[in-house]
């Protein structure tokens, strides 16, 4: 037993080693909202269904060679929300749920690594899928004690030392004093050159000292929270792979030698809150085509490059399996869009055709965009459920379904309850778990991540390697 003990301790003493004498110039910190062993999982079974077989096909990501498990509570809570999660991850400490890089007093900020990142001498960019000002970014350069704190948020993006940023737009741009300039001149003020789309990034980026990209004028006023979720992409609209992509050159424009970039996942967590497995496996994918990105500039500079995907918290209480021992995954491949694509549809459908809006109608329009009756047996009882719900919404009665960034009319969360119940995955709640989350990363150093850690272990980790100085 001892000689088992000193065998593995010399192992795992020669592992450290061999890491602690790697410096890793370019790092990708890549934090997929709540995304959990099972959100992982749950893609890679769906992408094996659709291939035709019982089993995976791997995720780029999911295939990186050292894998952990991680804990996510935070200082309060058995269950961590976003902000504290976020606040973990980026700054090596544990806060109060909804606090954004503070310590639990709610006064004494702490600084992130993206701020160690840029102390030390690094290029720094923060990247999102959704507003630039939500929880998971801000917690890389702001210090609030809400995180709904917005316009207080956006002053201290614009205030930061940072070179590049990336996402949707500002959730609340407007200043919080009547006549103060709004965020986007404080950026402006700043010195950021403010992008809208990849290709207006394109031709700003040459001469840009700073940057801020933030998807179309056009995209924005349907929706400034986020960008859409990759099965409701259109053409034009700018992706996370895009965004990796701007990251990438901007940063290298500004130190060929070193930098840093958090890129995160954000509507993976979104689409888990309201139960949307079609979305989420999406979402997962989406995330991984930005992963990929990274991992073309890794194969250009593999020695000196890290790349570490994790997520703040798993979302949903994703369960693979609900009593039979089978799995339909390859049925999430006939959803068409989002529920809540769905639920914006079905209310403009209904405004188009007044009278002609008849059950007869609905049905057909849930077989073309979810595959009901036509490749998937609908019960009676779901049946009754979704005609129940269509009634509702021509008699004026409809309760939506609220979850945390949605609000959807009852025929479209009734179907993806089907779409869910027939590819037999089961959800425990619209809210956060407590459920592990996992770490996977390739390049240098990679190796220190593996086994069990603590959410608040690993930016301290990359930090070792990366060699910030911890302030």
Same mark, same amino acid.
């Given at each position: 037993?001892?000689?088992?003990?000193?065998s593995?301790?010399?192992? $795992?003493?020669?592992?450290?080693?061999? @890491?602690?004498?790697?410096?890793?110039?370019?790092?990708?910190?890549?934090?997929g909202?709540? +995304?959990?062993?099972?959100q992982?999982?749950?893609?890679?079974?769906?992408?094996g269904?659709?291939?035709?077989?019982?089993g995976?096909?791997?995720?780029?990501?999911?295939s990186?060679?050292n894998?952990? $498990?991680?804990?996510?509570?935070?200082?309060?809570?058995?269950?961590?929300?976003?902000?504290?999660g976020?606040?973990?991850?980026?700054?090596?400490?544990?806060t109060y749920?909804?606090?954004?890089?503070? +310590?639990? *007093?709610s006064?004494?900020?702490?600084?992130s &690594?993206?701020? @160690?990142?840029?102390?030390?001498?690094?290029?720094?960019?923060?990247?999102?899928?959704?507003?630039?000002?939500?929880?998971?970014?801000?917690?890389f350069?702001?210090?609030?004690?809400?995180?709904?704190?917005?316009?207080?948020?956006? #002053?201290? $993006?614009?205030?930061?030392?940072?070179?590049?940023?990336?996402g949707s737009?500002?959730?609340?741009?407007?200043p919080?004093?009547?006549?103060?300039p709004?965020?986007?001149?404080?950026?402006?003020?700043?010195?950021?050159?403010?992008? /809208?789309?990849?290709?207006d990034?394109?031709?700003?980026?040459r001469?840009?000292?700073?940057?801020i990209?933030?998807?179309?004028?056009?995209?924005?006023? #349907?929706?400034?929270?986020?960008?859409?979720?990759?099965?409701?992409?259109?053409?034009?609209?700018?992706?996370?792979?895009?965004?990796? =992509?701007?990251?990438?050159?901007f940063?290298?424009?500004?130190?060929?030698?070193?930098?840093?970039?958090?890129?995160?996942?954000?509507?993976?967590? @979104?689409?888990?809150?309201t139960?949307?497995?079609?979305a989420?496996? #999406?979402e997962?994918? *989406?995330?991984?085509?930005?992963?990929?990105?990274?991992?073309?500039f890794?194969?250009? /500079?593999p020695?000196?490059?890290?790349?570490? &995907?994790?997520?703040?918290?798993?979302?949903?209480?994703?369960?693979?399996?609900?009593?039979?021992?089978?799995? /339909?995954?390859?049925?999430?491949?006939?959803? =068409?869009?989002?529920?809540y %694509?769905?639920?914006? /549809?079905? !209310?403009?459908?209904? !405004?188009?055709?007044?009278k002609?809006?008849?059950? %007869?109608?609905? =049905?057909? *329009?849930?077989? %073309?965009?979810?595959?009901?009756? !036509?490749?998937i !047996?609908?019960?009676?009882?779901?049946?009754?459920?979704?005609r129940?719900?269509?009634?509702?919404?021509?008699?004026?009665?409809?309760?939506?379904?609220?979850?945390l960034?949605?609000s959807?009319?009852m025929?479209?969360?009734?179907?993806k309850?089907? +779409?869910?119940?027939?590819?037999?995955i089961? @959800?425990?709640t619209?809210?956060?778990?407590?459920?592990?989350?996992?770490?996977?990363?390739?390049g240098?150093?990679?190796?220190?991540?593996r086994?069990?850690i *603590?959410?608040? %272990?690993?930016?301290?980790?990359?930090?070792?390697?990366?060699?910030?100085? +911890?302030?």
């Open positions: 037993m001892k000689r088992t003990l000193l593995l301790t010399l192992v $795992l003493l020669g592992a450290l080693g061999a @890491w602690a004498q790697t410096t890793a110039k370019y790092v990708f910190y890549f934090i909202d709540g +995304m959990g062993v099972n992982v999982n749950c893609t890679e079974t769906y992408l269904a659709l291939e035709g077989r019982i995976i096909r791997p995720l780029l990501f999911a990186f060679p894998v952990a $498990l991680v804990n996510t509570q935070s200082y309060t809570n058995g269950i961590t929300d976003s902000a504290a976020g606040t973990a991850l980026s700054t090596g400490r544990k749920n909804q606090c954004v890089g503070l +310590m639990p *007093d006064i004494t900020p702490i600084n &690594i993206a701020v @160690w990142a840029k102390n030390a001498g690094a290029a720094v960019g923060i990247a999102t899928s959704v507003s630039v000002d939500h929880a998971t970014p801000a917690c350069y702001a210090h609030q004690k809400h995180r709904k704190m917005y316009a207080e948020i956006g #002053r201290e $993006l614009a205030a930061s030392n940072f070179d590049f940023f990336a737009d500002f959730l609340k741009p407007s919080a004093t009547p006549g103060a709004d965020t986007y001149q404080l950026c402006r003020n700043a010195g950021f050159t403010i992008a /809208h789309g990849y290709k990034f394109q031709k700003l980026q001469k840009a000292d700073r940057m990209l933030l998807q179309s004028e056009a995209a924005n006023r #349907r929706d400034n929270a986020s960008l859409p979720y990759a099965i409701d992409r259109k053409k034009g609209d700018l992706t996370l792979a895009e965004i990796t =992509r701007a990251a990438i050159t940063l290298q424009k500004k130190n060929p030698d070193r930098f840093f970039c958090m890129i995160e996942g954000g509507k993976i967590d @979104w689409a888990s809150h139960n949307d497995p079609a989420m496996v #999406r997962v994918i *989406d995330t991984d085509e930005a992963i990929r990105v990274a991992y073309e890794y194969e250009q /500079h020695d000196e490059t890290l790349i570490l &995907i994790t997520a703040d918290h798993e979302t949903g209480g994703l369960g693979l399996g609900t009593g039979d021992y089978t799995l /339909h995954t390859r049925n999430l491949s006939l959803q =068409r869009m989002s529920s %694509e769905y639920s914006t /549809h079905l !209310k403009q459908l209904r !405004k188009e055709k007044g002609d809006f008849t059950w %007869e109608l609905v =049905r057909r *329009d849930l077989e %073309e965009n979810f595959g009901f009756w !036509k490749h !047996k609908i019960t009676q009882k779901e049946e009754k459920a979704l129940d719900a269509y009634q509702a919404m021509v008699d004026g009665t409809d309760k939506a379904a609220e979850s960034y949605a959807e009319c025929l479209a969360a009734r179907a309850e089907c +779409m869910s119940a027939h590819a037999h089961g @959800w425990t619209g809210g956060h778990t407590n459920g592990y989350v996992p770490v996977f990363a390739v240098a150093g990679a190796e220190a991540f086994g069990r *603590d959410n608040t %272990e690993i930016p301290k980790t990359i930090a070792k390697i990366a060699r910030y100085e +911890m302030q």
